[in-house]
Structure formats: structure tokens, C-alpha cells
């Protein structure tokens, strides 16, 4: 692995392959995974690798605040999605940077060494997909911005695509989560994939770009990730806005302003896309019924959920039982 990470500005971190049980529920197969262990917690690194595309995946789980500083031996044009919690990062060059959940950018970083801080106890998690440079003079799909990211990027110049983070869309995510379970498959189809999901964030940014940059504090966004939380754990309650304004501590138009900044959806939405995306993995594999299935995802009428999962997929839920896992 090229890189080095220093914690707290002490000790270089010893990497190992000899992982710790507690990092089991994290790891995906068919990447290669190493881990570092120390006061902070536990840091997890895994790879997927081929025909020049890497794909890195980092889980931070902490115990308390720590600031790492992370050193590279070479140029990087990455994707950066950073997908729990949020993060601040100092890139030489570009400055301060907090990429909240969800959020995503293109990335270049000419020089070695960045830092990142996290501000409490938890877990975090990010993906990079790093590009060959000479991918900027492949077919892309047309963005005014691009012009000015290729001329830093021939200068060697840090550079980054657009200077508000974008917010990813659930079906972002969702290419971008099938991505990183093709560990096992062949190369061409990793390469074919990560390009797919670059061309798709530049499609997104160009017909629906992210201006303004998100206004919440970090305190608030910390008890709406909380209210995420609990909303995934508990698919069976209703989650009203008053249920989760008493949970938050927000008010009305807090928590309604920093969901759609956070996720661009409000708190039902979110509800709703939460409970078919665990429908759609459920169904998968003829192991549940239809039945057992809306139940699990928090539907108590087997036809309300039907109806709902045919409007959301355009396919019926027994239709989707009978495909293969994926």
C-alpha cells in the first residue's frame, strides 16, 4: 500500500492483513484489506484493483476526536464519496474542505500529504476511485467546469471539479455500491463500471449541480445523522416530524432544511427509500416471501407494500424474488 498515516501528528501507523473481529461486519469481499490499531480505534483499508482503476475504502471507527495526516506517493484524480458521518480535510492547495454524507467531488492531488480531522467518537466511511490522468481525455460527458479542472490537472495544480461538495442520489449510491462488490469479477467489468459511475456524477452535476453550500451547523448535522440512524434501525415506526423533531432537538424547519440539504430528500422520503432499498436486497434469493419481507421493512398490509414497491422499481416484488442475487 502507498500511503502512510500518521495519528495525532505522533507515530507513523502500523498497517497489518491480521484484522481484528471487530472490523468483520465491514469488510468486502474480494478486496484486499489491512488495519491499524491504536488509542483512537481502529482504521481499515481495503482495495479492489484493475486495468488502472483502484477503488479504496476507508472505515475510520473512533473513540474519541483524532486528526490523521495521510501521506501519498503519487499525483491522484480521484472520486471521493464520503458516505458516514462528516470529515474535514485540509488539502494543500485547496484549503479546508468538510464533505458530509453523501457528498462527492472530483479530485486532484498533486502533493503528498493531507490532513483529516474527525471531531468525535464514531464511525466513517468514504470511497475513492482513483483514475488514470489520461481518463480527462477520454469521451466525457460535456461540463463547462471540466476545462478549468484539465488545465490545473496538466499544471499539476490541486484541483477539485466544483467548489460545493454534490450530493449523491440514491441511485448514485446504488450503482456505486454494486461497484464495490465486483471485487471478484473481471477486470473489465470493475473498469467498465467506474467509469460508468464518473460519467454518471458528471451527467448529475451538469443537469442538476449543487450551488449553494449546506448551512447547517455541524452539531445539527451530527443529531440528523443520529435521527438517520434510528429511522434505519427502526423501519416499523412511522417516524412523524414531531417524533423526530423531539428526537433532534430541531425544529420544523431545521430538520426539514438539513435533511434536503443532507440527502436532498425530506425525512419521509428518506423513510420510504430506505424501506424499498432493504425490500430490493430482502427479495433477492427466494429465501423470504413477499410477505415476510414487507413485514420486515415495516409494512403491515401486504398490499400497501405491493403497490408501493411496484410504483418505486417498476417491477412487481415477486417478480424481483425470482431474479438472481445480486
Known amino acids: 500500500m502507498q500511503i502512510k498515516l500518521i495519528a495525532d501528528n505522533y507515530k507513523e501507523l502500523a498497517f497489518t492483513d491480521q484484522l481484528p473481529d471487530t472490523l468483520d461486519d465491514y469488510l468486502v469481499p474480494g478486496a484486499s484489506s489491512l488495519a491499524a490499531s491504536g488509542a483512537f480505534g481502529n482504521v481499515l483499508f481495503q482495495h479492489i484493483q484493475s486495468n488502472g482503476i483502484l477503488i479504496r475504502l476507508q472505515h475510520f471507527l473512533l473513540n474519541r476526536s483524532c486528526t490523521f495526516t495521510m501521506l501519498e506517493y503519487e499525483p491522484l484524480l480521484k472520486l471521493r464519496f464520503h458516505l458516514t458521518n462528516h470529515i474535514q480535510y485540509h488539502i494543500e492547495g485547496l484549503g479546508n474542505l468538510v464533505f458530509y454524507e453523501q457528498g462527492y467531488n472530483l479530485l486532484y492531488i498533486p502533493y503528498l500529504n493531507n490532513r483529516l480531522h474527525f471531531q468525535e467518537a464514531g464511525v466513517y466511511f468514504s470511497i475513492d476511485i482513483h483514475y488514470p ?27 477539485m471539479l466544483v467548489p460545493v461538495n454534490q450530493v449523491a442520489s440514491r441511485s448514485l449510491l446504488t450503482h456505486l455500491y454494486q461497484l464495490i462488490y465486483t471485487g471478484k469479477r473481471p477486470g473489465a467489468t470493475l473498469h467498465s463500471k467506474s467509469l460508468a459511475i ?5 451527467e448529475s452535476i451538469s443537469e442538476h449541480p449543487v450551488w449553494e453550500p449546506i448551512s447547517v451547523s455541524m452539531e445539527e448535522a451530527q443529531v440528523i445523522y443520529m435521527a438517520r440512524t434510528h429511522m434505519q434501525e427502526n423501519l416499523h415506526q412511522e417516524w412523524t416530524i414531531k417524533e423526530l423533531t423531539q428526537l433532534t432537538g430541531l425544529n420544523d424547519y431545521k430538520l426539514k432544511t438539513g435533511f434536503h440539504q443532507l440527502y436532498h430528500s425530506s425525512p419521509a422520503d428518506y423513510l420510504r427509500d430506505i424501506r424499498m432499498e432493504k425490500a430490493w436486497h430482502l427479495l433477492s434469493g427466494k429465501k423470504r416471501s413477499v410477505s415476510q419481507v414487507a413485514e420486515e421493512v415495516g409494512y403491515t398490509n401486504l398490499s400497501a407494500f405491493s403497490k408501493a414497491f411496484k410504483k418505486y422499481y417498476n417491477i412487481t416484488a415477486r417478480e424481483r424474488g425470482k431474479e438472481r442475487i445480486e
Not at 133 to 159: G, R, Y
Not at 198 to 202: A, D
Open 198 to 202: 464518473l460519467h454518471q456524477c458528471l
Open 133 to 159: 490522468v489520461c481518463t480527462l481525455s477520454q469521451k466525457l460527458p460535456p461540463l463547462v467546469l471540466m476545462n478549468d479542472f484539465q488545465k490545473k490537472v496538466i499544471h499539476q495544480q490541486p484541483a
